[in-house]
Nanobody, 118 residues
Framework: VQLQASGGGLVQAGGSLRLSCAASGSIFSSAVMGWYRQAPGNQRELVAA???????NYADSVKGRFTISRDNDKNTVYLQMNSLKPEDTAVYYCYLRQSTSGRSSTYWGKGTLVTVSS
């Protein structure tokens, strides 16, 4: 499984960005996809996740501002980020997690940098 993320960049506080992540390879319909982020000096944290059925999970810090969505036909996950804050500045990593024969595997895309200026 390979993941290709895009959409990062520089934006002013209050602005918006949309991240995309396309997965390829052997992907099961039960796979969970989502985004983590890591700011300098901080641990990687979960931002949002979505199941193939559309169930979502968000970090408290982004609820009401970020929206995760998914196109199962394209194996692509999106993260719409609105009302961005300087503290959202981080490298964002998409991931895909799926299980086979009771064994869970997690795949990561290369990070994409989001910089929010004040």
């Amino acid at each position: 499984v390979q993941l290709q993320a895009s959409g990062g960049g520089l934006v002013q506080a209050g602005g918006s960005l949309r991240l995309s992540c396309a997965a390829s390879g052997s992907i099961f319909s039960s796979a969970v996809m989502g985004w983590y982020r890591q700011a300098p000096g901080n641990q990687r944290e979960l931002v949002a996740a979505i199941t193939s059925a559309g169930s979502t999970n968000y970090a408290d810090s982004v609820k009401g501002r970020f929206t995760i969505s998914r196109d199962n036909d394209k194996n692509t996950v999106y993260l719409q980020m609105n009302s961005l804050k300087p503290e959202d500045t981080a490298v964002y990593y998409c991931y895909l997690r799926q299980s086979t024969s009771g064994r869970s595997s997690t795949y990561w895309g290369k990070g994409t940098l989001v910089t929010v200026s004040s």
